[in-house]
């Protein structure tokens, strides 16, 4: 059975950082990529980051770059996304998925197969 949770999101001041956990369960990093999306209120998700199966690459939406890191743990079969210089509007709810095989950028949401409930993330002063 695959599983996919989230955990680390919380409450941080602009300029502030956090570091997301997705932990997953029923397969392996070898035959899926990780991605990270986000949804604020009334807006759609939104690609953040992807790291794509065997460790062969990763992307970051334009709005990211430079301030967020993906990378993953194999043994603890857990994805992070390390997330610095934060900004108000980073503010949203972030969710691990996972798509069979390699991605090649962010992606959409209909590339992916399996979903996490997600971990709440609020930037403010």
């Known amino acids: 059975e695959v599983q996919i949770v989230e955990s680390g999101g919380g409450l941080v001041q602009p300029g502030g950082s956090l570091r997301l956990s997705c932990a997953v369960s029923?397969?392996?990093?070898?035959?899926?990529?990780i991605g990270w999306f986000r949804q604020a209120p009334g807006k759609d998700r939104e690609g953040v980051s992807c790291i794509s199966s065997r460790d062969t690459g990763t992307y970051y939406a334009d709005s990211v770059k430079g301030r967020f890191t993906i990378s993953n743990d194999n043994a603890k079969n857990t994805v992070y996304l390390q997330m610095n210089s934060l900004k108000p509007e980073d503010t949203a709810r972030y969710y691990c998925?996972?798509?069979?095989?390699?991605?090649?950028?962010?992606?959409?949401?209909?590339?992916?197969?399996?979903w996490g409930q997600g971990t709440q993330v609020t930037v403010s002063s």
């Open positions: 998925a996972a798509q069979r095989g390699m991605c090649y950028g962010v992606g959409s949401i209909y590339e992916y197969d399996y």
């Open positions: 029923g397969f392996s990093f070898d035959d899926y990529s």
